[in-house]
């Protein structure tokens, strides 16, 4: 556990990040499909940012995944104490499989034949940081009953370990991202207007034939020797 707990905590770029978490979690814990959520900036919506899943469920019916937090206050303070929710059948008549159903709006045999249909065990694992809650892991099984106390014990420690990755990723890309906008800033004013040096470079290729140009954005002419 220690040695998949390193290879998540040492990516920094996002989708590699995302990509090793799901590696991270397969290795303890057997899954048909799982779906990585983070809370969205205004903190009311968990929304879609990676999975992996049978054929039948595809890609775009999974980034159109989104939880609305006020439909998932029944298990929201729960989620929030760092406590993982098994849910043995997602077609019984228990109060978290009705919660699901809900959220997925799918029942009986809608339920079966859709998207969600090979789900039958479902393990939602809070991704807690700095006492934080910033995510979920939404983890799936075709049997009923996949899932026991123990499971849940290592896929929540395997969330713990993505909740403190992925915000360093996030302040990462953050932080990448402010110091290209300082940079953009810096540069001189041809960086912001790569046409008008397109424009020079041409004319003086056209002046002086024995010039070439790289047709990249800020790059000046160069001679060409021999």
């Known amino acids: 556990l220690l040695t998949v707990s390193r290879s998540v905590a040492s990516t920094l770029e996002m989708q590699p990040l995302l990509d090793a978490i799901l590696d991270a979690l397969g290795k303890v814990v057997d899954y048909s499909g799982a779906v990585i959520f983070t809370l969205d900036d205004a903190q009311q ?27 998932m206050l029944p298990i929201w303070e729960r989620l929030c104490r760092d406590e993982p929710i098994v849910i043995n059948d997602v077609r019984d008549a228990s109060a978290d499989a009705r919660l699901f159903r ?3 709006r799918a029942d009986g045999e809608a339920l079966e034949r859709g998207a969600y249909g090979f789900i039958r065990s479902l393990l939602w694992v809070p ?30 420690a395997i969330g713990r370990q993505a909740a403190v990755a992925l915000e360093n990723a996030q302040l990462h890309e953050r932080a990448r991202h402010a110091a290209a906008l300082e940079e953009r800033e810096r540069l ?35 001679r060409i020797h021999g």
Do not use: K
Not at 61 to 66: L, T
Not at 192 to 214: G, I, K
């Open 127 to 156: 991704l807690v940081s700095r006492g934080r809650l910033t995510g979920m892991l939404s983890v799936a099984h075709s049997r009923a009953g996949a899932y026991r106390p123990r499971d849940a014990e290592l896929a929540l």
């Open 188 to 222: 001189p004013g041809e960086q912001l207007q790569p046409d008008y040096w397109q424009r020079c470079c041409h004319l003086q290729v056209r002046r002086h034939p024995h010039l070439s140009w790289q047709g990249l954005p800020g790059q000046n002419c160069r």
């Open 102 to 104: 809900r959220l997925v």
């Open 45 to 71: 919506r968990l929304v879609f940012a990676h999975m992996r899943g049978p054929a039948s469920f595809s890609w775009d019916e999974a980034r159109s995944m989104a939880y609305q937090v006020a439909d």
